[in-house]
């Protein structure tokens, strides 16, 4: 649990949970700072998984959340797990500035904060909630075409050939 994460999760709506996947370094001190400020019944900790399970986790969830902490290096990144969350179709609450934040907001699929926010943030995570699930399903869906549109392999591969000859000249 990132620095400020307890104020995230503790101005998130009780009738939302996050659940995290993956255990790193801080784990052990991320369950205790959940645990100390009576977190537990909204953050669920679900522990390391090989990567090809975690579909199944994104098939349970209601939304999926991107954060990255304020750095000029990352605002000019494009996180992978965001091309992966597009694809996943559902909808997606993001705390991340500069090109991450760019691809959410464009692809339509997105509430999204700055990094930090802790309020923005949970405004966006209670937004979502209230949001109709019919709306919420248009929503993934409009990340999921984006995905496909703008992420696509051959057509990323084709335009790089074309940068590459380019320069070449």
Not at 5 to 16: D, L, T
Not at 18 to 24: E, L, N, T, V
Not at 28 to 39: E, P, S
Not at 77 to 85: A, E, H, M, R, S
Request: aromatic share 4%; proline share 5%; net charge positive.
């Amino acid at each position: 649990m990132s620095p400020g994460s307890h104020r995230i999760c503790s101005r998130i709506p009780r009738r939302s949970a996050c659940c995290r996947s993956g255990d790193g370094r801080a784990a052990a001190d991320a369950r205790a700072q959940v645990a100390a400020r009576g977190l537990g019944e909204r953050v669920h900790f679900l522990g390391r998984h090989p990567i090809e399970r975690i579909p199944a986790f994104f098939v349970a969830a209601g939304a999926l959340l991107v954060t990255l902490k304020r750095d000029p290096v990352f605002a000019r990144v494009i996180p992978g797990k965001v091309q992966t969350y597009l694809a996943a179709g559902l909808p997606i609450v993001g705390m991340l500035d500069g090109e991450g934040a760019r691809v959410l907001k464009e692809s339509g699929a997105a509430r999204v904060g700055p990094s930090g926010d802790a309020e923005t943030l949970a405004r966006n995570v209670a937004s979502l909630a209230d949001t109709p699930q019919g709306e919420r399903a248009a929503i993934g869906a409009r990340g999921a075409a984006y995905a496909a549109r703008e992420f696509d392999r051959d057509r990323l591969l084709a335009q790089l050939e074309i940068w590459c000859a380019e320069v070449a000249r």
